[in-house]
Each structure stands twice: as structure tokens, then as C-alpha cells.
């Protein structure tokens, strides 16, 4: 393609009138703010700049503009942050977008503007693809918080545990036994390990233990293959701009699952979910189901099967000596809040609360421990 714009002109073409009602625009500013909350300038700087310029790139803008659900709950902004990020990775950019995502270099406001403008004109069927496939992230760091829940539930018993998750994209977060988790003072799973999860740790001390893990298994609608090179690359692509430790990382824990894979079967969660309890559970063995950031993609009517899947298996006969427990890390329902809730069927009186364990940030990068006790 032959372009004939210098930058300023990109800027100028890319910049018209934004509709007072935008919802492309209102939502990019939403988390701009977000990213703003939660210690991320990059990824708002890059939020703003799409809103000033994605209303002259007429196809995406519309496409965003026109979505048929919840921009926030399908992830539609994280969609985009992926397509802009392949295109980095891939070094088929502007050199401004490559030093924003890989190197942290934040650009003037007016090169941000200019090289997304670009991006956005001459990459416009790419990243409308990118748009059209489902948010795919396997943060490694929220399993810190399954960690610690699973630690607090042997606070009272210990018991080697089966843990099946839902919504598992690539299973990175099943190895989670292979990776050294620091949380506060308390050093869990393998010290040695590549991958490293220390969330910064706030509130109650994390309950002391030991973790053993039978059997574990996930999975998803579109799970992904770290085998597969464009299932690495669409991983890497979902990290925000500038952040090299979160993307380190992410390699690291890919690397062990080429060395040590994982089960992730192709399937809705609840039918897998009916199945999976199906499965008879051993005598002495906690079976500890575990989804982080999942339901906000689930339609009412999957939330609701999932959650019968779990009052069926409940009746069935959860007992002190079979339990089930249910370790979430989920969207509060006004979407101020990431919350670790822990429920647990064992014939006690709290069968099945979800109780709040925790506050935490959407990524795992802190975690403010409340406990149980």
C-alpha cells in the first residue's frame, strides 16, 4: 500500500468530531481511567490517544461503535490493545508503537497519536479480525490468589488437592505447583522455579502450609497451544505496553509448559464442569474448582449452569472426607472491585457461601488478604 500522509497529516485525517454519545470513545476513556487506577500510564496514554484518533478510522470505529453486547464485558478494548500489539511484535508498525509496547518508551502525545492513526488506516482488516476473536489472556499472576485460598481451606484440614479450571486459555496457570510463589513471608510451591509470583502482599498473613496437587485440568472455549508459534504470539499480544516484567514472565511460564504441558479440553464450561464431577472423587482428595476473570464472558444462562453444576455435585455427596470448594477471582458486580471469594461444600454450616477471602488487583499484582478465620 502506497501511503501518501505525513504524520501530521495522519493526526489531522484521524481526528474529527467525536460524538457526545460515542460508546467506542466513552469506554476507551473508561479504561484510561482504569489503567490510571491502577498504576498503568502507559496503557492510558494509549487509551487516550485511541480516543482522540479511532473516530477517523471509519471501519474499526464503526465496528466498535455497532457492538452487539457489553464493550466492557467481551473485552472489545482488549481485543484492539492485541491487534495493536501483534502488529509491534511482528514489527509491522511505526517504530513509536514497538518502543511503547517492548521497551516502555511513552512517545509525545502527537507520535502516539500519528503512529495509531497509521496502524489503525493501513492495518484496518487485521485488527478487525483481532476484534472479531475472543479475549484470550492467561495471567499467571492470579494464581497466586488460588494459592493462598488453597492454603487457607488446609488451615483447618490439609488435604492433597484435584483442581480443575475454568476459562484456562493456554493452561499456563495449572503449573501453578512448578512456579515459586512468594506471597507476603510465606514461600509456597517451587522456590527454584523460572516463574516467579510475589503479588505485593497487604492485609492478614497468608495461612502456612504445605500444597499437594493430585491432578490438574482445564478448560475453555478457544483454548490456546503454546506448541503452536501464532497461539505464543496471540498471548504476548494481550500484555499491555511497557509492561517487561509481566511479559518475562509470561515467557518464563510458557517455556515450563513446553517442558511440562498441560490438559485444556475444547468446551463450555458448565457441560465440562457436569462431567468433570462426574468423574468419582477420592476419599481424603479436596477437588477445588478455580476461574479468574472468566464469568465477566459468560452469558446468565452459563452462569447459572455453572453454578447448578456445583449444587448438583454438592448433593451428590460432598462430605468432610470428599469436599468441593469453588476459588474465584471475579469482577465485583459494579465492576469497582476485583474479589477472591471461597466456597466450600463439606457438610459444614457454611455450605457453599462464597465468603470473601480478598481484594485483589485485576492482575494479580497486589493482593489484600482478609481470610477466613
Known amino acids: 500500500m502506497t501511503i501518501l500522509y505525513q504524520p501530521a497529516d495522519w493526526v489531522a485525517a484521524a ?11 466513552n469506554q476507551l476513556l473508561i479504561e484510561a481511567r482504569k489503567a490510571e487506577d491502577f498504576g498503568k500510564p502507559l496503557a492510558a496514554a494509549l487509551m487516550h490517544a485511541l480516543a482522540r484518533v479511532l473516530p477517523g ?3 474499526i470505529f464503526d ?4 457492538w452487539p453486547g457489553d464493550l466492557a464485558n467481551d473485552g472489545v478494548i482488549f481485543r484492539l490493545n492485541a491487534g495493536l500489539h501483534a502488529l509491534a511484535l ?48 492467561n495471567e499467571t499472576l492470579r494464581v497466586a490468589g488460588l494459592v493462598a485460598a488453597l492454603l487457607e481451606l488446609g488451615r483447618e484440614r490439609a488435604l492433597p488437592c484435584e483442581v480443575l479450571e475454568l476459562g484456562a486459555s493456554a493452561g499456563l496457570n495449572l503449573n501453578f505447583p512448578r512456579y515459586a510463589v512468594k506471597l507476603g513471608t510465606m514461600a509456597a510451591c517451587a522456590p ?12 492478614l498473613a497468608a495461612a502456612r502450609g504445605a500444597i499437594a496437587v493430585t491432578r490438574a485440568r482445564g478448560v475453555d ?4 497451544n503454546v506448541a503452536d508459534d501464532a497461539d505464543r504470539e496471540s498471548l504476548k499480544a494481550y500484555v499491555w505496553p511497557g509492561e517487561m516484567g509481566r511479559a518475562a514472565r509470561l515467557e518464563a511460564a510458557i517455556g515450563l509448559a513446553l517442558k511440562y504441558p498441560t490438559t485444556v479440553d475444547k468446551g463450555l464450561a458448565s457441560n465440562w464442569l457436569n462431567g468433570q464431577f462426574a468423574v468419582p472423587q477420592r476419599d481424603g482428595v479436596r477437588r477445588v474448582v478455580f476461574h479468574s476473570m472468566v464469568l465477566q464472558y459468560a452469558d446468565a444462562a452459563e452462569r447459572a449452569a455453572i453454578d447448578a453444576a456445583f449444587a448438583a455435585a454438592a448433593a451428590a455427596g460432598a462430605s468432610r472426607d470428599r469436599p468441593i470448594a469453588r476459588v474465584s477471582i471475579e469482577w465485583r458486580a459494579d465492576r469497582q472491585a ?7 461444600w463439606d457438610g459444614g454450616a457454611m455450605q457453599g457461601t462464597a465468603r470473601l477471602a480478598a481484594i485483589c488487583h485485576p492482575y494479580g499484582e497486589w493482593i489484600d488478604w482478609r481470610g477466613l478465620a
Open 15 to 25: 481526528q474529527v468530531a467525536i460524538p457526545a454519545s460515542s460508546r467506542a470513545v
Open 221 to 224: 472455549l478457544h483454548p490456546l
Open 192 to 203: 527454584e522455579s523460572p516463574v516467579l509470583l510475589q503479588p505485593e502482599w497487604r492485609g
Open 338 to 344: 476485583v474479589e477472591l471469594r471461597i466456597a466450600e
Open 57 to 59: 478510522a471509519e471501519g
Open 90 to 137: 511482528a514489527g509491522r508498525e511505526p517504530g513509536v508503537l514497538r518502543a511503547l509496547y517492548e521497551a516502555g518508551v511513552r512517545p509525545s502525545s502527537f507520535g502516539l497519536e500519528a503512529a495509531l492513526a497509521e496502524a489503525l488506516d493501513v492495518h484496518a482488516c487485521e485488527l478487525l479480525g483481532w476484534l472479531a476473536h475472543p479475549t484470550q489472556t
Open 63 to 66: 465496528a466498535v461503535e455497532h
